[in-house]
């Protein structure tokens, strides 16, 4: 697959999508979404791939935002639709079934913050730099960070963050869990894929039943939610996972599951 503004590389089950436009930050324009957008339906389709790890490329930024330059001269038609293709890009990151983790290695701010909370976790460098900084451009985010900020650090800070545009250090992102680990810079990479490595090991039916289930059940009220988590566990029974996984416990060895 030839791409311009990203590179995709697969290994041993772990696919990672790197957003490659150094010089402009690597930040967002029409052309990258539609790259990351048919990068990730080729990691959904990939039967040897469990989890897509998100990152950008050189040392400075994830993703400084979607693209500026791009946005200066377009109308309120491109505007929607540039929104929407956004959107778009987001919501399949989100409601793909693999697990998908951001590594942030600088600059994650207005689309790129949105970009990484679209990701199921996040895990920063110590380099990490988050923000929505939209309003000082005159406009309000545009791929969701507005629904998704209150989602993860409450509605409180997201609105303090989305009203004063205001960037945060990393360890602040740790502070009101917009991150989950903050690493040394060169050790990022190798945690986000020792991670990675962790859930692949596991039964891959059960890590994609529990990313419907925690997505479902978040929105909406808690008896459905029960609802949901208990199908979903009862499917469970109907695979060969479950069957290796208690096998395996009760023979003392490790399971070698098929995702089946
Ligand atoms: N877009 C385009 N180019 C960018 C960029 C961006 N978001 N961020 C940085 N660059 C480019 C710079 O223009 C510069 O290019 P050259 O001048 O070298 O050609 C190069 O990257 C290096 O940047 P700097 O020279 O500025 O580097 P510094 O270290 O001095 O500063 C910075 C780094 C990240 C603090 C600064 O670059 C910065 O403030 N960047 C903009 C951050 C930002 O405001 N991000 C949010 C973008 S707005 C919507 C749809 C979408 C959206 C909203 C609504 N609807 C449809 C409703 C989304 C909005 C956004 O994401």
Known sequence: ??????????????????????????????????????????????????????????????????????????????????????QKVMRLLETMDKPVIAAINGFCLGGGCELAMACDFRISSEKGKFGQPEVGLGVTPGFGGTQRLPRIVGTGMAKQLLYTGDMIDAYEALRIGLVNYVVPSENLMDEVKNIAGKITARGQVAVRFCKVAVNEGIQTDIDRAMTVEADLFGICFATEDQKEGMKAFVEKRKPGFTGK
């Open 1 to 86: 697959m030839e791409f311009k503004n990203i590179i995709l590389e697969k290994e041993a089950g772990t696919a990672t999508l790197t957003i490659n436009r150094v010089k402009a930050l690597n930040a967002l324009n029409k052309d990258t979404l539609m790259e990351i957008k048919e990068a990730v339906e080729n990691v959904q389709d990939d039967k040897g791939i469990d989890v897509l790890i998100i990152t950008g490329a050189g040392n400075k930024a994830f993703v400084a935002g979607a693209d500026i330059s791009y946005m200066l001269n377009i109308n309120a038609m491109e505007g929607r639709e540039f929104g929407l293709l956004g």
